[in-house]
């Protein structure tokens, strides 16, 4: 149901002509003018509204070269992916003798479905296995924990950037650092564990890859930070 624009009255769905029934106005051609004027200061209203969004994106992450290298270093701690984060040497009778280097993306590729992990998770349970092997499997999902916040944190970057916003990009990064560091304090932990029992089934350390890790997300950490700062200025300034 519908109303005459000029008087009002209820228009039914058998008034199909032009002209209301009541008043005679013709309904399409009323106050064309205004109607026209509020059409075209929607638009114009809509048009800046998308110079503002374009323009923040631009700046947010090109405005600068300090806003350019905070650009890159948002996915530049992916490499960590490739680098060998921990060595370690395996004698497990449910998966064999090995020794090499922890790689995320070669322990996801070739060494994450092959692992007996019902056998693993049964070790927590164990009386004197349980804590450190609890601990050896918490530092690898934490690892693969800091990538999910690495990946979140660019994808932050893109979203905020239109509003000049970072907090979230800074507890991302601070999320990734820890998850970091605490991983290489608890692998470290279960290995010397376990080297004291007698079941010594694992022997290794942690390689530079995990401080190449920590340092770049902590490097994320300042760059949101001081970004932020300026964000929140130029937010200021355009109000």
Same mark, same amino acid.
């Given at each position: 149901?519908?109303?005459?624009?000029?008087?009002?009255?209820?228009?039914?769905?058998?008034?199909?002509?032009?002209?209301?029934?009541?008043?005679?106005?013709?309904?399409?051609?009323?106050?064309?003018?205004?109607? /026209?004027?509020?059409?075209?200061?929607?638009?114009?209203?809509?048009?800046?509204?998308?110079?503002?969004?374009?323009?923040?994106?631009?700046?947010?992450?090109?405005?600068?070269?300090?806003?350019?290298?905070?650009?890159?270093?948002?996915?530049?701690? =992916?490499?960590?992916?490739? /680098?060998?984060?921990?060595?370690?040497?395996?004698?497990?009778?449910?998966?064999?003798?090995?020794?090499?280097?922890?790689?995320? =993306?070669?322990?996801?590729?070739?060494?994450?479905?092959?692992?007996?992990?019902?056998?693993?998770?049964?070790?927590?349970?164990?009386?004197?296995?349980?804590?450190? !092997?609890?601990?050896?499997?918490?530092?690898?999902? =934490?690892?693969? /924990?800091?990538?999910?916040?690495?990946?979140?944190?660019?994808?932050?970057? /893109?979203?905020?950037?239109?509003?000049?916003?970072?907090?979230?990009?800074?507890?991302?990064?601070?999320?990734?650092?820890?998850?970091?560091?605490?991983?290489?304090?608890?692998?470290?932990?279960?290995?010397? *564990?376990?080297?004291?029992?007698?079941?010594?089934?694992?022997?290794?350390?942690? *390689?530079?890859?995990?401080?190449?890790?920590?340092?770049?997300?902590?490097?994320? !950490?300042?760059?949101?930070?001081?970004?932020?700062?300026?964000?929140?200025? *130029?937010?200021?300034? *355009?109000?």
């Amino acid at each position: 149901m519908a109303l005459c624009p000029k008087c009002h009255g209820i228009l039914n769905f058998w008034n199909v002509k032009a002209e209301c029934p009541y008043c005679g106005v013709n309904i399409p051609n009323y106050n064309w003018e205004g109607n /026209l004027d509020a059409d075209a200061e929607k638009a114009e209203k809509a048009w800046v509204k998308f110079r503002k969004f374009t323009g923040n994106l631009k700046s947010a992450l090109f405005g600068n070269l300090f806003r350019i290298i905070r650009f890159a270093f948002t996915f530049l701690p =992916l490499v960590v992916l490739i /680098l060998p984060l921990a060595s370690y040497s395996l004698n497990l009778p449910f998966f064999g003798d090995s020794s090499t280097n922890f790689t995320l =993306l070669d322990f996801s590729m070739n060494t994450l479905l092959s692992l007996n992990w019902g056998s693993l998770l049964g070790l927590m349970s164990a009386e004197t296995l349980g804590s450190p !092997v609890a601990m050896l499997i918490f530092s690898i999902l =934490l690892i693969y /924990l800091a990538i999910v916040f690495g990946v979140l944190n660019f994808v932050f970057v /893109l979203l905020k950037a239109p509003s000049l916003k970072a907090g979230a990009n800074i507890v991302l990064c601070v999320l990734s650092t820890l998850s970091f560091a605490i991983a290489g304090v608890l692998f470290t932990l279960s290995v010397s *564990q376990i080297g004291a029992t007698s079941t010594n089934f694992i022997d290794g350390s942690v *390689q530079f890859g995990l401080f190449v890790g920590i340092g770049l997300f902590a490097l994320n !950490v300042i760059f949101n930070v001081l970004i932020n700062r300026s964000f929140k200025k *130029q937010r200021i300034a *355009q109000n």
